[in-house]
């Protein structure tokens, strides 16, 4: 179900792709501009398996029969790096065959349906070679020159290295069972079906694909920086839109880059230095821990976070996991002024003597106490804090109001298998309820983030499809 939620964002961009650009297309022919300079040519990947065996870490536990056969080998490599790029987040439905396709992508317009990358050489990629493969998945093309959705992240995947596309392209041939399932046409209407105004996106936005470089995955931090802004594709829902939904930065050359997006009703957050709503105070153990296993003791992942450790960062080995989280402390903070903030216990014994009778106060003892307790600090790994919380003193309250509505569950991993739950209280709480107790929350215990309007809530509400505010 978040899944399928959270195709909306990718839906989202399209209706952008399809009508921001019908006016820069005007613009574009006018200024004679986009002669496709920024699409460079498919490169022929000619790295011998050796060499990517030799370069690239290989999953944990690969010690099968048949671990020196270099084919196998490339398989398996492959399959590891289709984890950690979350392919199957969008080729599997929900119920659906592994990497079939077909998952339903709600827009405005119409929907648009992934597509079956098994195999199978009918309905599926099988008759692909690996140029047409690396034509799709690096630079956003189709066999038939049509230009994709960006709801396929190829302007992310344009950092994938050709010996890892090769890597993928041996797993998906060799490695995916194959599956005669034909693709859904899209049901969006004439002349929002046309493409073109999708490749001029894709001329004006896609970065140039990356050749094969000497590696330098012995550098923790390139590694790190390899895996965020390819394969991992964190930036896709971590970094702000532009004018065409485009992503403001592809690298950190800004520190827009991955300073926080909203995605689906979840605010993404910033994964930047900032003490108050980055990771300033995480350590780089708590990052690979969030990754690993779901959880730490700063927070617990939910929405489309919960999805992606569930589906891919827990598969990750551990010296990625690593590299990823010295990379991201590598990140200046947005505010470089913003001071850590300090707990501070005056609400939480207000709160044990009964001497705040706010309605914030109050929801909050009827509703959220049991768990998060008076004194805010929850219990750790069970269930999460709320002071000092970087997810309550983001800005923006989207996540927090989603996650109050409708509840959360965090994901299930092989290092935390218990999965814990928080309920959605829209059918309980009214729009002005849910305000004050996320303000009460968002000023308490040393937290310091703006109070939430009632209109903030309503607006929210109706996005995802809560039940009606209680009448009282
Ligand atoms: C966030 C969602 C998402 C992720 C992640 C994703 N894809 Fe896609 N992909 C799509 C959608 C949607 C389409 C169809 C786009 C269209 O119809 O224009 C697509 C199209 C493709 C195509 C073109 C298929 C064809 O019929 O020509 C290939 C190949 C492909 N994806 C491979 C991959 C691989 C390999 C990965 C992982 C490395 C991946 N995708 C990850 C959403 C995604
Ligand atoms: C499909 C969208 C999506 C993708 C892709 C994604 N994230 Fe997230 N991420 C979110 C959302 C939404 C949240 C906020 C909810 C939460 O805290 O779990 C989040 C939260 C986080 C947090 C917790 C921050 C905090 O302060 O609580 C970390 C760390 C993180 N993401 C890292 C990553 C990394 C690293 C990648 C790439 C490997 C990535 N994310 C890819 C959607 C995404
Ligand atoms: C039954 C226990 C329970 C109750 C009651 C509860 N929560 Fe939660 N809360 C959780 C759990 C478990 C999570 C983690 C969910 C996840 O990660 O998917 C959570 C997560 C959160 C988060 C996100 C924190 C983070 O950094 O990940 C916020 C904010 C929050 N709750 C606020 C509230 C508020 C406000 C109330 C009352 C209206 C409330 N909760 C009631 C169990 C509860």
Same mark, same amino acid.
């Given at each position: 179900? !978040?899944?399928?939620?959270?195709?909306?964002?990718?839906?989202?961009?399209? $209706?952008?792709?399809?009508?921001?650009?019908?006016?820069?297309?005007?613009?574009?022919?006018?200024?004679?501009?986009? =002669?496709?300079?920024?699409? =460079?040519?498919?490169?022929?990947?000619?790295? %011998?398996?050796?060499?990517?065996?030799? &370069?690239?870490?290989?999953?944990?536990? $690969?010690? &099968?029969?048949?671990?020196?056969?270099?084919?196998?080998?490339?398989?398996?490599?492959?399959?590891?790096?289709?984890?950690?790029?979350?392919?199957?987040?969008?080729?599997?439905?929900?119920?659906?065959?592994?990497?079939?396709?077909?998952?339903? !992508?709600?827009?405005?317009?119409?929907?648009?349906?992934?597509?079956? !990358?098994?195999?199978?050489?009918?309905?599926?990629?099988?008759?692909?070679?690996?140029?047409?493969?690396?034509?799709?998945?690096?630079?956003?093309?189709?066999?038939?020159?049509?230009?994709?959705?960006?709801?396929?992240?190829?302007?992310?995947?344009?950092?994938?290295?050709?010996?890892?596309?090769?890597?993928?392209?041996?797993?998906?041939?060799?490695?995916?069972?194959?599956?005669?399932?034909?693709?859904?046409?899209?049901?969006?209407?004439?002349?929002?079906?046309?493409?073109?105004?999708? =490749?001029?996106?894709?001329?004006?936005?896609? %970065?140039?694909?990356?050749?094969?470089?000497?590696?330098?995955?012995?550098?923790?931090?390139?590694?790190?920086?390899?895996?965020?802004?390819?394969?991992?594709?964190?930036?896709?829902?971590?970094?702000?839109?532009?004018?065409?939904?485009?992503?403001?930065?592809?690298?950190?050359?800004?520190?827009?880059?991955?300073?926080?997006?909203?995605?689906?009703?979840?605010?993404?957050?910033?994964?930047?230095?900032?003490?108050?709503?980055?990771?300033?105070?995480?350590?780089?153990?708590?990052?690979?821990?969030?990754?690993?296993?779901?959880?730490? @003791?700063? =927070?617990?992942?939910?929405?489309?976070?919960?999805?992606?450790?569930?589906?891919?960062?827990?598969?990750?080995?551990?010296? @990625?996991?690593?590299?990823?989280?010295?990379?991201?402390?590598?990140?200046?903070?947005?505010?470089?002024?913003?001071?850590?903030?300090?707990?501070?216990?005056?609400?939480?014994?207000?709160?044990?003597?009964?001497?705040?009778?706010?309605?914030?106060?109050?929801?909050?003892?009827?509703?959220?106490?049991?768990?998060?307790?008076?004194?805010?600090?929850?219990?750790?790994?069970?269930?999460?804090?709320?002071?000092?919380?970087?997810?309550?003193?983001?800005?923006?309250?989207?996540?927090?109001?989603? !996650?109050?509505?409708?509840?959360?569950?965090?994901?299930?991993?092989?290092?935390?298998? $218990?999965?814990?739950?928080?309920?959605?209280?829209?059918?309980?709480? $009214?729009?002005?309820?849910?305000?004050?107790?996320? &303000?009460?929350?968002?000023?308490?215990?040393?937290?310091?983030?703006?109070?939430?309007?009632?209109?903030?809530?309503?607006?929210?509400?109706?996005?995802?499809?809560?039940?009606?505010?209680?009448?009282?």
């Amino acid at each position: 179900m !978040i899944r399928k939620t959270m195709m909306k964002r990718s839906a989202g961009m399209l $209706t952008a792709g399809a009508l921001a650009l019908a006016a820069v297309a005007v613009w574009a022919q006018n200024a004679a501009a986009p =002669s496709g300079a920024a699409v =460079s040519p498919v490169p022929t990947p000619s790295v %011998p398996a050796s060499t990517v065996d030799a &370069t690239q870490p290989t999953p944990q536990a $690969t010690q &099968t029969p048949a671990a020196n056969d270099p084919q196998a080998q490339l398989v398996r490599q492959g399959e590891y790096l289709a984890r950690a790029a979350d392919c199957a987040a969008c080729h599997t439905a929900p119920k659906g065959k592994p990497f079939a396709g077909g998952l339903p !992508i709600a827009s405005p317009i119409g929907t648009i349906y992934s597509t079956n !990358i098994t195999p199978d050489k009918d309905t599926g990629i099988g008759s692909y070679s690996l140029e047409d493969f690396d034509k799709a998945v690096r630079h956003g093309i189709a066999r038939n020159g049509a230009t994709l959705y960006p709801a396929m992240p190829y302007t992310s995947y344009a950092k994938v290295r050709p010996a890892d596309v090769k890597a993928l392209y041996a797993y998906f041939m060799n490695g995916v069972q194959p599956v005669a399932q034909a693709n859904k046409a899209t049901d969006i209407p004439w002349p929002m079906s046309m493409r073109w105004p999708l =490749s001029i996106w894709r001329k004006m936005f896609a %970065p140039a694909v990356v050749a094969d470089a000497a590696s330098t995955d012995n550098d923790p931090i390139s590694r790190g920086r390899y895996l965020v802004e390819g394969l991992g594709h964190c930036s896709a829902c971590h970094t702000p839109r532009g004018f065409a939904l485009q992503e403001k930065a592809l690298t950190d050359d800004s520190t827009a880059f991955l300073s926080g997006g909203v995605v689906d009703n979840f605010l993404a957050k910033n994964l930047r230095g900032d003490p108050t709503d980055g990771l300033g105070n995480w350590t780089q153990g708590d990052i690979t821990a969030f990754l690993k296993g779901g959880r730490n @003791d700063h =927070s617990a992942a939910f929405g489309g976070m919960s999805d992606v450790v569930q589906h891919s960062t827990q598969h990750m080995n551990d010296d @990625d996991l690593a590299a990823i989280a010295k990379y991201l402390k590598t990140l200046k903070p947005v505010d470089p002024n913003a001071k850590a903030l300090a707990y501070d216990d005056t609400v939480a014994k207000a709160l044990r003597v009964g001497s705040d009778k706010s309605n914030g106060a109050l929801t909050f003892l009827d509703n959220c106490a049991a768990c998060h307790r008076s004194t805010g600090k929850g219990y750790t790994q069970t269930f999460p804090t709320l002071a000092l919380s970087s997810t309550v003193n983001s800005v923006d309250p989207t996540s927090l109001i989603h !996650i109050v509505l409708r509840g959360a569950e965090m994901p299930s991993t092989k290092s935390a298998p $218990t999965h814990y739950a928080m309920p959605g209280f829209d059918d309980r709480l $009214t729009d002005q309820d849910v305000a004050d107790v996320l &303000t009460f929350v968002r000023s308490s215990w040393g937290n310091k983030a703006p109070a939430v309007t009632a209109a903030q809530v309503a607006k929210v509400r109706k996005d995802v499809g809560a039940t009606p505010q209680p009448q009282r």
